[in-house]
């Protein structure tokens, strides 16, 4: 059995959380293993704030890279059947010719990187005509009003229905860009995405 994918607990944890709800997608909750779990929040929200807080600036890069190859390394050593591959700069685009574009055309899920006020990790799950749709960790309520106006757009719009799945579909054109305003990936500099196989399915196929 699947799990619903999970939300985050604090301001920080959206990159260890996108990669747990990778695996979660990929793996019924009876194949994944506990060290695994523990290992990727571990690992993650490595960073420091200007205060000197541990953790208070989130997952870097270097992790996001790192835990490509841990994941890699454990599924080799455990014969569990992962694959991983981290792609940053131009690579990471939302187009054709990407190779991230062509994981969710395959099968496999993204943990990109793109802003939400601030640096965010979401989980990319699949594509539909001239949208993506993916799982931000971030809970939100549309009913609240509260609610950032950066929202109030066609370009997004929220799922309430796979909780296994999706909870936004963003246009494709919007993800693209390069500024830094909500679901929008920036300029390249800023670009990184750990995609993620279950390489089971491609036996299987």
């Excluded at 992790?63 to 454990?74: I, V």
């Excluded at 010719?97 to 994981?103: D, I, K, T």
Aim: net charge negative; hydrophobic share 35%; proline share 5%.
């Amino acid at each position: 059995m699947k799990n619903p994918l999970n939300y985050q607990t604090s301001e920080y944890d959206c990159g260890p959380v996108s990669i747990l709800n990778g695996i979660r997608y990929l793996f019924e909750r009876e194949e994944i293993y506990p060290d695994l779990i523990k290992f990727i929040m571990l690992y993650c929200m490595d960073s420091y704030n200007e205060a000197g807080e541990p953790c208070k600036k989130g997952t870097s890069s270097a992790a996001m890279g790192y835990m490509t190859c841990w994941l890699n390394h454990f599924a080799q050593i455990k014969k569990f059947p992962l694959r991983c591959a981290h792609y940053s700069g131009e690579q990471v685009r939302l187009t054709p010719e990407s190779p991230v574009f062509s994981a969710l055309e395959q099968g496999g899920v993204v943990v990109l990187h793109l802003f939400l006020d601030v640096g965010h990790y979401v989980l990319l799950t699949g594509l539909e005509k001239d949208r993506v749709l993916f799982f931000d960790p971030f809970y939100e309520e549309a009913d609240d009003p509260q609610l950032d106006k950066e929202y109030d757009t066609h370009e997004i719009s929220f799922i309430w229905d796979q909780p296994k799945r999706a909870n936004r579909s963003v246009s494709l054109e919007r993800i693209n860009r390069l500024t830094k305003e909500y679901y929008e990936m920036g300029d390249y500099a800023f670009r990184e995405a750990l995609v993620m196989f279950n390489t089971a399915d491609d036996s299987e196929s």
